[in-house]
């Protein structure tokens, strides 16, 4: 298969794009459904088309890729026309309040700040962002309220590494790791179920620092474990149907020698 060739020129993009605010202006109008959308109806959505474009992104589904963030731009836009509307901002401020900021977050390409590599561009951001007009009054304080826990827990650190507070190499983590394995162990046996929960959280915060320590995103490591085990117990269940038997009825033994012929015939780790 030939590979496809990318060769639209600025002009098409700027009338792609034209043409995809044209339909939405009339849907807006005259579709029943899409007129009585506002920004508390579109977030539920919103969250739904977001997820499904990082399923896409993590399965490499390049034609999905496409589909999702297509559907992520048609949100972006929504709220745009819902704003103009209201007659507070539109497109166009959405777009040149963006590059506004790409700008501003960029010294080291529009302006005499020096960055030799992405690390380094890193190391710089949250001050920026700290100094821009409007935007964090701390450096915590840009990570949403309402973002999953376990990307949550990476942006905090990630966000405090990006102003010193960091350990000096990855290897220091491990101590912190077995510290808060070994204060769980205690917890399991001799405190509260509010304080072995409490363990637990500072036992996963830990792995979470392990992880972005070693360059990996503990969300990606963690959804691709999740898909293995489903790939997994999937073939398990359906070997049992096989049998004709119910999976409750077969025993721990049986179902690990199952588990492994799985781990063979699907492959992986």
């Known amino acids: 298969m030939s590979e496809h060739k990318i060769e639209h020129t600025r002009q098409e993009k700027i009338e792609a794009l034209g043409r995809v605010i044209d339909t939405l202006d009339r849907l807006r109008v005259e579709c029943p459904w899409d007129r009585k959308q506002t920004n508390e109806s579109l977030r539920p959505n919103t969250i739904e088309e977001v997820y499904e474009l990082a399923d896409a992104l993590l399965a ?7 589909k999702e963030l297509g559907d992520v731009l048609l949100h972006v836009l929504f709220y745009s026309k819902i704003g103009e509307e209201k007659n507070e901002f539109d497109i166009v401020e959405v777009a040149n309040s963006l590059n506004e900021k790409l700008i501003f977050r960029h010294p080291h390409i529009f302006g005499s700040v020096v960055a030799k590599d992405a690390h380094a561009v ?17 450096v915590l304080s840009g990570v949403p309220s309402t973002l999953p826990p376990l990307i949550k827990a990476y942006r905090i650190q990630e966000k405090a590494a990006n102003v010193g507070f ?12 077995k510290e808060e394995v070994g204060e769980f162990e205690e ?24 992880a972005r320590l070693y360059k990996i995103h503990p969300d990606n490591a963690l959804e691709r474990t999740n898909k293995k085990f489903i790939s997994r117990f999937n073939y398990v269940e359906q070997r049992v149907k096989d049998q004709g038997r119910n999976i409750k009825d077969v025993t721990l033994g049986e179902l690990d020698e199952l588990w492994n012929e799985a781990k063979t015939c699907l492959g992986g780790e």
């Open 166 to 177: 960091d350990w000096e190499t990855p290897e220091q983590v491990w101590d912190k790791v």
């Open 187 to 210: 917890a399991v046996s001799q405190m509260s179920a509010n304080e072995r929960e409490a363990e637990m959280g500072d036992l996963l915060f830990s792995l979470v620092n392990a």
């Open 122 to 138: 890193e190391l710089n951001w949250e001050q920026i962002k700290l100094k821009e007009k409007g935007g964090n009054k701390t």
């Open 60 to 66: 490499n589904d390049k034609q999905n890729i496409k």
